[in-house]
């Protein structure tokens, strides 16, 4: 089944997905929802433990159980990845400034994995090991958005009818403060 927005917050509400994952930062990252994709880019940021790899090895069967959706995880000890986004859509290389760790519950052959503990296998990624996987020259790479305010960001676009309505009274506040700003701006 292709990633429904809905029914992926549906599960992150139904599976309690920020009480579980309280100690780690949780991002989504990837195409899901911009783009057609057949999974849902989880990044997981903090200590890879045994404990976070049980953890989402028991959420990506919930989600597959439940909707047929399937979840790829990645973990970092850091967002230290992330710097180097702006680099890779302007010029369609990835440059680290030294080794980045990721570990995945998943352990891919072709990619040299090391064992990291029962759930986890680490990979190191460098200049070589990133450089082939890309495609060269510049591409739209997507910012990772937290999984919490993807939830709200949501909800605030599902919901814009109980926002900035007449009856709110900030509204009027932002509406005088904009016409005395281009009162001011005439020389009133």
């Excluded at 990624?125 to 949501?154: A, Q």
Aim: proline letters at 3%.
């Amino acid at each position: 089944m292709l990633p429904n927005i809905d029914k992926f917050i549906l599960c992150l509400e139904e599976y309690r997905f920020l009480k579980v994952f309280d100690k780690w930062e949780t991002y989504l990252w990837s195409n899901f929802p911009f783009n057609h994709t057949w999974d849902i880019d989880v990044i997981f940021i903090g200590e890879p433990s045994a404990e976070l790899g049980q953890k989402i090895l028991d959420f990506q069967k919930y989600v597959k159980d439940k909707t047929e959706m399937k979840i790829d995880d990645q973990v970092f000890e850091d967002t230290k990845v992330f710097r180097h986004i702006e680099n890779y859509n302007r010029t369609g290389d990835m440059q680290f400034d030294g080794t980045i760790l990721k570990y995945k519950t998943v352990k891919h052959d072709h990619r040299e994995p090391i064992y990291h503990n029962q759930y986890l296998w680490k990979y190191v990624l460098n200049n070589t090991s990133v450089k082939n996987k890309f495609r060269v020259g510049k591409t739209n790479m997507h910012y990772p958005i937290l999984i919490e305010d993807f939830v709200k960001l949501v909800f605030n676009i599902q919901n814009q009818h109980i926002y900035n309505t007449e009856k709110d009274l900030t509204l009027d506040k932002y509406r005088n403060l904009y016409k005395d700003f281009r009162k001011h701006l005439a020389g009133e």
